[in-house]
């Protein structure tokens, strides 16, 4: 069985992280697995790019471009929410591809910003090739959103999308949204790497009489694994006195990611805490928000190498993550693996990774007070109530590779049993 992967980069945003740790345990399950990407980021030999010349590299660029510019002018040329849409007007079309016509499964992942278009999706469909999609956020069932914010015309027929300024000449969303509808999606297995992301999705119009499964994405527990707090913060240079609150991601600032309920957290604890606690910065777009906090910021900037990553997660005394949509955070699983609780709203697939006061805190959605509690239930109760050991034996029941990769291994023989 041959399975191939394919996802717009190799390990640039969430997406690409798991689809690339995917490849990696179905590698050491056994599986002949590929990966095919636009962003080739390092030279494993599993993972192979579209941009195989100087020619390839500067048109897919400008596919890329392309996309960004409709985008950019039909929101009348503002780039608010300019990369929270995605539109696949534009890619590469992969029908001839060795590694296409090689496969047994066509596994898609995250495939948006002008590496496969709604076209060349279909084209893979069409070739009865058992097409697998692992969703990491609502693209699939929506028009152009990744995240709908609220909005549920997808269950229906998107149009005139809040994302975007609205334009009465021409409505982008109801275009896409058509367009999807002729890709054949109902022939797609989907899978949601969380429940949430899996029940919401099967709402779509379009998907409404797909196949769609729950698994998780996996991670290397032997990389990330619980080391001396007091050694990881000597090597980032953090205070070894202090209280560490750590916030991560891509870019820190994004409404979406709930910075200002942090904020608002800390704002309602500086008083009792002022001296005993210091916030952990990981990502891109800290400088936005440093100003903001009523405590002493240290900031790490984005990382990437798995050491670091784990020094980080490891010198903090708990991971806050005030997502307010969010499927299955990869941030959560690689703090608990190192064996640091976390805490996080209710919302999306956050309360089927913390275990409510068994390995972190679960606080009420947009309620800065009681993620506040949370912080507080966590300093006082990590020792106690072991939720350090509790947080690394979640990880290793329900995400170590082995666990995920025999799971996905029993999905691919599952749809090649009914392709033949």
Not at 45 to 70: A, G, M, P, Q, Y
Not at 238 to 267: M, N, Q, V, W, Y
Request: charged residues 25%; contains cysteine.
């Amino acid at each position: 069985m041959n399975i191939l992967i394919l996802n717009t980069s190799e390990l640039t945003g969430g997406a690409a992280v798991a689809a690339s740790r995917l490849v990696k345990a179905l590698d050491k399950s056994g599986v002949e697995v590929s990966m095919l990407v636009r962003d080739r980021k390092t030279d494993h030999v599993r993972v192979f790019s579209v941009n195989n010349s100087w020619i390839s590299r500067k048109l897919n660029f400008l596919r890329f471009v392309w996309e960004r510019l409709i985008i950019f002018i039909c929101n009348f040329f503002s780039k608010e929410n300019l990369f929270q849409v995605s539109i696949a007007d534009t890619g590469t079309n992969l029908l001839t591809h060795p590694l296409v016509r090689k496969a047994d499964v066509i596994h898609l992942h995250w495939v948006n910003q002008g590496f496969l278009s709604l076209s060349d999706i279909k084209k893979l469909v069409d070739t009865g090739k058992p097409i697998v999609w692992t969703m990491h956020d609502l693209w699939p069932a929506t028009a152009i959103c990744h995240y709908p914010g609220g909005c549920e015309k997808y269950i229906s027929s998107c149009r005139r999308c809040p994302m975007l300024r609205q334009n009465p000449f021409f409505d982008l969303a109801a275009s896409v949204f058509k367009k999807k509808g002729k890709v054949g999606l109902s022939k797609v297995t989907f899978v949601g790497c969380s429940r949430w992301i899996m029940e919401e999705a099967k709402k779509g119009h379009w998907l409404r009489t797909a196949r769609f499964t729950s698994i998780p994405n996996p991670i290397d527990v032997a990389a990330f694994k619980p080391i001396d707090k007091q050694v990881a913060r000597k090597r980032l240079g953090l205070p070894e006195d202090k209280s560490l609150l750590l916030f991560a991601a891509a870019k820190l600032s994004d409404t979406r990611k709930g910075a200002i309920f942090l904020i608002e957290a800390c704002r309602m604890l500086k008083e009792k805490y002022q001296d005993r606690m210091e916030i952990v910065l990981m990502g891109n777009s800290s400088e936005e928000l440093i100003s903001q906090f009523p405590f002493k910021v240290n900031t790490l900037g984005y990382i990437s190498d798995t050491d670091t990553m784990v020094s980080a997660y490891a010198s903090a005394d708990m991971f806050i993550i005030p997502s307010l949509e969010d499927n299955l955070p990869n941030t959560i699983m690689e703090s608990m693996a190192c064996g640091t609780p976390c805490a996080g709203f209710e919302t999306g697939g956050i309360p089927e990774m913390i275990d409510h006061l068994r390995n972190g805190y679960v606080a009420k959605y947009k309620d800065a007070r009681d993620l506040a509690v949370g912080i507080e239930w966590i300093l006082d109760n990590n020792v106690t109530l072991g939720l350090s050991s509790a947080c690394v034996d979640k990880v290793r029941e329900s995400y170590a590779e082995e666990v995920v990769a025999k799971r996905y291994i029993s999905l691919y023989k599952q749809v090649c049993d009914r392709k033949n």
